[in-house]
């Protein structure tokens, strides 16, 4: 078998190449090697456009796409320097060997010249390229532009906490436990957690463990999910027999959360992703709720819709991502500015599209996990322009930053990720 930094190589590969996102989905939780893969997959992508910038440095010419996997060696290569613990030595030779195991004997040479420069002028190149911010913060310089010009203030911690490691949060199902009562039992199997900040319903663990660790996960008594994200069926705030849409579901935590805090709507769960959708249903399976799931557009209502306004509509709509980079690092390779102007005309049309469904004095929820205005008020305000009956309504969230309208949380490195709420009311006619 391949070793973990030739497999880890060939995950990166069309990553780097900008031909699809990371996906260690083949990769058996059982394999020994999945630890190694997993740390060196997205640890490299955290850190890449630095990485990309030291390559540059490093390589005479420029490797070609189809040998994307040798590039992505250097990389590894580079992170295992940079970033871990691992003795600069064995750095190097698994890393020249993966080559040989990918059948690219011819980059061995190559690879082992390039990382032992590297080694030996560190300093020189960090003093070089210290004032080069793609190099000093590892994001691309279209998305360093937009931060420090949105969040003057906050750039250095947003950049902060798209380069660290996650941490992981559960959801406590309070229908059937309470959150001291998980603590509890987490600690009686040496699991250290402690209460969230935002949601009744959060608890961070110190370390992150497997899922099968944790107390009850197989029967719905917890589930994983950021603590910002709980935010969302908290502020929605689902009452008895209200008919609930949730609007873009998939995965599903969301779509769970609400029925944890009232089981007896009838809810809605669409997804346009057929794939994505069925895990939706793993996860009510597992939680022991029942919902209408479909996969469905959300904005072509002649697909999918019965006529019947809904009292609650939940809108997680897509965007760039940019507040969850740690969790999905590929962001900072994949996405692009005109991937945010396509992703705000998908959001203004949901906007526009789903508020005609929605009962007078009804709510709805806009969300996203972006830190970027153009997906948020300002999609928000468009929509509103011109309206008269919409009513933003005051959220009052501790650690938030307030918008206009709607309030930002942005990603903490020890904290919760990056997300925008907006609540809005619709004026009964008349």
């Known amino acids: 078998m391949k070793n973990a930094r030739a497999r880890a190589a060939q995950h990166l590969a069309p990553v780097i190449c900008k031909q699809g996102a990371l996906s260690l989905d083949s990769v058996d939780p059982e394999d020994p090697d999945r630890g190694l893969i997993?740390?060196?997959?997205?640890?490299?992508?955290?850190?890449?456009?630095?990485?990309?910038?030291?390559?540059?440095?490093?390589?005479?010419?420029?490797?070609?796409?189809?040998?994307?996997?040798?590039?992505?060696?250097?990389?590894?290569?580079?992170?295992?320097?940079?970033?871990?613990r691992v003795a600069d030595h064995a750095a190097v030779s698994e890393t020249v060997q993966a080559a040989k195991q990918l059948k690219k004997s011819w980059a061995t040479g190559l690879l082992n010249a390039a990382l032992r420069n590297y080694l030996g002028a560190q300093e020189k190149f960090d003093a070089e390229l210290n004032s080069n911010p793609i190099y000093t913060t590892a994001h691309p310089q279209w998305l360093i532009n937009s931060i420090q010009r949105q969040w003057p203030d906050q750039a250095q911690q947003i950049f902060d906490a798209a380069n660290s490691r996650p941490p992981m949060t559960l959801r406590v199902n309070l229908q059937k436990q309470t959150r001291d009562a998980l603590r509890s039992e987490l600690a009686e199997l040496s699991v250290d957690s402690f209460p969230g900040k935002l949601c009744v319903s959060a608890l961070q663990l110190k370390s992150a463990v497997a899922v099968h660790r944790i107390p009850g996960f197989d029967k719905g008594f917890a589930s994983v999910q950021d603590e910002s994200a709980q935010l969302a069926a908290e502020l929605l705030s689902p009452q008895k027999m209200a008919r609930v849409l949730d609007a873009c579901a998939a995965p599903g935590g969301k779509t769970g959360h609400l029925l944890e805090l009232c089981p007896e709507i009838s809810l809605t769960a669409l997804d346009i992703d057929e794939l994505r959708i069925a895990k939706v249903d793993q996860n009510l399976h597992r939680l022991g709720y029942t919902a209408d799931v479909r996969a469905a557009d959300a904005s072509d209502l002649d697909s999918w819709w019965d006529g019947k306004a809904f009292d609650r509509i939940l809108?997680?709509?897509?965007?760039?991502?940019?507040?969850?980079?740690?969790?999905?690092?590929?962001?900072?390779?994949?996405?692009?500015?005109?991937?945010?102007?396509g992703f705000r005309e998908r959001q203004i049309n949901l906007l526009e599209t789903l508020w005609s469904t929605l009962a007078g004095g009804g709510k709805l929820l806009y969300v996203t996990c972006s830190i970027l205005k153009s997906e948020n008020q300002d999609v928000v305000n468009h929509f509103a322009k011109g309206r008269n009956d919409v009513d933003f309504l005051p959220i009052q969230i501790e650690g938030a930053i307030q918008c206009n309208p709607g309030i930002q949380l942005l990603p903490l490195a020890d904290g919760s990720d990056g997300f925008y709420y907006v609540l809005m009311a619709k004026q009964s006619e008349g």
């Open 38 to 84: 997993s740390e060196l997959c997205y640890g490299t992508l955290r850190y890449l456009p630095a990485l990309q910038v030291i390559s540059e440095k490093l390589l005479h010419k420029k490797i070609r796409d189809k040998d994307a996997d040798v590039l992505a060696l250097l990389f590894i290569g580079l992170y295992q320097i940079r970033y871990l």
């Open 315 to 341: 809108i997680d709509a897509p965007c760039s991502g940019t507040g969850v980079m740690r969790r999905h690092p590929d962001i900072k390779q994949l996405r692009t500015p005109e991937d945010v102007s």
